[in-house]
């Protein structure tokens, strides 16, 4: 397998809490992975962006509410197949 062949993929989560309850969001029934589970809002890094820019943005196109970032609580990479690393950061 060649290295052009490999990918990474970089995503930002977000534990958004709001009078004592967490948000969470459905993911699409068309979904390639996850298809209709429940998680935290959030989604790839654009290229050049800030962690805390890309997630501000991600949750502000999933859910329309604006926020503010205060730290990393959590970060992890896996392989969900040979060729394809994912790295989260919540």
């Known amino acids: 397998m060649s ?16 009078q004592g309850r967490i948000l969470l969001v459905k993911r699409a029934a068309a979904d390639s992975a996850g298809a209709g589970s429940w998680e935290c809002a959030g989604g790839k890094i654009e290229f050049g962006e800030s962690l805390e820019a ?11 509410l604006a ?24």
């Open 3 to 18: 290295k052009k062949s490999k990918t990474i993929i970089v995503a930002v989560k977000g534990v958004i809490l709001y």
């Open 54 to 64: 890309a997630l501000e943005r991600e949750i502000l196109e999933e859910t329309g």
């Open 67 to 90: 926020v503010t970032t205060e730290r990393i609580l959590y970060a992890v990479t896996l392989l969900t197949d040979p060729a394809r690393q994912v790295v989260i950061i919540t």
